[in-house]
């Protein structure tokens, strides 16, 4: 199988979605694509100036942003959190 489905925590929103990643993307563009769902599902209210960082919930350890999915540790049933 090629993804992880995790769920994702949006401090912003407060809210949380169950999402699928691909576990050969590097972190940086599973956050960009991370954004684009989170905006398409709060309706455009989610446009971050920056891009925001992906944080383990139980650690609150950033992930390193060169890693991919799979070398991230990310498995299914993570929880991650978009800040």
């Known amino acids: 199988m090629n993804k992880v489905l995790v769920k994702l925590y949006v401090p912003k929103l407060e809210e ?3 999402v699928w990643l691909p576990l ?3 972190i940086y563009k599973v956050i960009d694509l991370l954004v684009k769902a989170v905006n398409d599902f709060s309706g455009g209210y989610y446009k971050p100036k920056k891009r925001p960082t992906l944080y ?4 609150s350890e950033p992930y390193n ?4 999915v799979k070398d991230a540790n990310i498995k299914n049933s993570t929880e991650i959190v978009l800040i």
Do not use: H
């Not at 383990?56 to 650690?59: A, F, G, L, M, N």
């Not at 942003?65 to 991919?68: G, M, R, S, W």
């Open 24 to 26: 050969n993307k590097r």
């Open 56 to 59: 383990d919930r139980i650690t």
């Open 16 to 18: 949380q979605y169950d």
């Open 65 to 68: 942003i060169n890693l991919t």
